[in-house]
């Protein structure tokens, strides 16, 4: 049996997560945005309130969560990318551009994601099946943000490369317990990274 009161507060701690991470994001301290982000998207086990029978009203709330959940990933995916983590993400904006293979934000964040691994003929190749398909199902043209990025991407304008963290953003973000059961952010100083041979 559902427990609402669990779901409620599944719910109250995403919606909390979410909006700490995005404010992080705006700030411009992509690491502490990402890692709450990911926390947020973390919590999700499938479609929101699957197993419920739902009304109008819960109905539209459902929508709403689904719909958030989609901005929250596509948020913390572009925290990914700000903070250089380009290579892990090519696997998921794969999967997630064939699941939703109309949302140009996603189609967007791999090709950029895989322009930055040094694969610049597979970028393209991304923009042009999105191309093909808008034309095809929809009788649209790619927005001008995408063909812009289409653009830089053919031209290898520098402002497509790997942005510099700041030393903010050079910062492990490590969870303390506190009474409530919820974690304390705490920031120390980032390891020096070491080249192997």
Known sequence: MLSTRKVALDIAEYEMLTAAGNAAVQRGEFVEGSDLLHRAVSLWRGPALVNV???EL??????HLDESRLCTLEHRIYADLQRGAH????PELTELAARHPLHENFHRH????????GRRAESLAT???????LVEELGLEPSPFLVRTERDILR???????PRLRSADRTIVVRQPDRRGMGNVVHGPA????ATG
């Open 87 to 90: 290579h892990t993400l090519v």
């Open 110 to 117: 791999l090709m950029l994601a895989l322009y930055r691994c």
């Open 156 to 162: 290898g304008e520098p402002s497509l490369d790997t």
């Open 127 to 133: 923009m042009r099946r999105l191309r093909a398909r």
């Open 58 to 63: 819960l109905s539209a709330r459902i929508v």
């Open 53 to 55: 029978e739902a009304g």
């Open 191 to 194: 390891p020096a990274l070491r």
